[in-house]
């Protein structure tokens, strides 16, 4: 008999969870109410009342709600000690859980996907790959200092080459704040120049900043204002948040997943 894969197991075992933990009769109501429409419809987690289901859990802050990829939970973005994470909460707010969810056919983790407006994403500093007017842009933030998008960026120009009508904005910053990348970030950025992008990536020498721009500043700003801690993370046209490298078929399968763009909870 083949052996279950991990991603079998984990999406096993959270089923098995979110079942256990709704309330008498939830799936009935699921399948005869939300089941058959938006479950958000049915049932409502305002930030207040998740920051106070989880006090007992000494969390200092909760900053988003919203539906979880799995129905029956809400995936809840908190911060306790200064570290981040998500939980989920059953529609029934009687239990927490702490696990990670993955697709199954992608083996893509989605525990902490969520969706924003791109439209309210600042360009103004973002470094331009393809064609201005590319029918589909996909933003990008990334750290010169982070291997795993130096790799991305390989990605991101193989998928220019093969897809002219999508383009990147990537956003430069350092999420460490180091002085020594915010200084080549901002050689980078005061020339405006993938080609010093490319040498950057690759661990070559860069010439000192041409001007005194605050732009990598300010693009962290962008990034902790939409909670973007780790790098690379892209932003799909629809609006999801993607985090960690993808090579270029997966970018241009997440292309072919796209919707319109969700409302900001």
Not at 74 to 90: C, H, N, Q, R, S
Not at 171 to 177: K, Q, T, Y
Not at 198 to 223: F, M, R, S
Request: overall charge neutral; some cysteine.
């Amino acid at each position: 008999m083949t052996r279950p894969t991990v991603a079998a197991l984990t999406l096993f075992i959270l089923t098995f969870l979110t079942l256990a933990l709704l309330p008498a009769g939830a799936t009935a109501f699921m399948k005869d109410g939300c089941g058959s429409g938006n479950c958000v419809d049915c049932h409502a987690l305002p930030l207040e009342e998740a920051a106070r289901l989880l006090k007992p859990m000494d969390i200092d802050k909760v900053t988003e709600v919203r539906e979880s990829p799995v129905r029956g939970l809400w995936a809840v973005e908190a911060e306790k000690g200064g570290a981040k994470g998500t939980v989920f909460i059953d529609f029934g707010k009687k239990h927490v859980l702490s696990a990670q969810i993955v697709r199954l056919d992608t083996k893509e983790n989605v525990t902490g996907n969520r969706k924003i407006d791109p439209s309210r994403i600042a360009l103004d500093n973002a470094l331009l790959v393809g064609k201005a007017d590319a029918p589909k842009t996909i933003i990008v933030f990334s750290d010169i200092d982070c291997h795993f998008c130096a790799n991305l960026h390989g990605a991101i120009r193989s998928v220019v080459e093969k897809e002219p009508g999508v383009a990147f904005r990537i956003i430069l910053f350092s999420r460490n704040n180091d002085l020594n990348t915010l200084k080549k970030t901002q050689a980078v950025l005061c020339a405006r120049s993938l080609e010093m992008l490319d040498q950057a990536y690759l661990g070559k020498p860069l010439p000192e900043p041409g001007c005194t721009t605050t732009a990598a500043v300010e693009n962290g700003k962008i990034a902790a204002a939409l909670g973007v801690t780790g790098t690379p993370v892209l932003i799909m046209p629809d609006g999801r948040m993607i985090p960690g490298f993808r090579d270029p078929d997966a970018i241009l399968r997440l292309l072919s997943e796209d919707a319109p763009p969700a409302p900001i909870h």
